[in-house]
């Protein structure tokens, strides 16, 4: 595993989902995403991405909005990089890849469940009496 190509996958999904490092962490499919990402693609084009994506994030010097413009202009376009950020966006979200679910804990651990407040049907029930809680709201 190329270490620096790993640490660039997990600085650049926080962008481009929106979490933090220390939340995608404990979702424990940091590394299943990253070789799912590793196994599925062209990787001297997988290459070119996460040279840019960490040039990005070098060249930014922290400067959140910096970073995001970079990005929306420099990754997430369809014509760059065959659409890679928009995967890992998706995988992050839904725990499938392409239209299969990567595994039963990707599933479980969709980011999708923590946005909608809600939790996977079928795994990680709220737990006995809990529909006498009002809704989560924002």
């Known amino acids: ?10 600085t650049i999904s926080a962008y ?9 962490l404990g979702t424990g499919m940091v590394d299943p995403y990253y070789a799912a990402i590793r196994d599925n693609n062209d990787p ?4 070119y991405f996460y040279q840019e994506a960490a040039t990005i994030l070098a060249d930014s010097h922290g400067d959140e909005a910096e970073i995001n ?6 990754l997430i376009p369809d014509s760059c990089y065959n659409g890679i950020a928009k995967t890992i966006i998706l ?4 725990g ?8 039963t804990d990707s599933y479980k651990e969709a ?3 923590n946005v909608a407040g809600a939790h996977p ?17 924002v």
């Open 44 to 47: 001297e084009v997988l290459g």
């Open 16 to 24: 481009l989902t929106g979490f933090s490092e220390t939340d995608l």
């Open 91 to 94: 995988l992050w979200y839904t």
């Open 121 to 137: 049907p079928g795994a990680k029930q709220p737990g006995y009496g809990s529909w006498a809680l009002p809704p989560f709201s």
């Open 69 to 74: 413009e970079a990005i929306a202009a420099r």
């Open 96 to 103: 499938n890849y392409g239209n299969d679910v990567l595994s």
């Open 1 to 10: 595993m190329n270490t620096n190509n790993h640490a660039t996958f997990l």
């Open 111 to 113: 980011l999708v469940w």
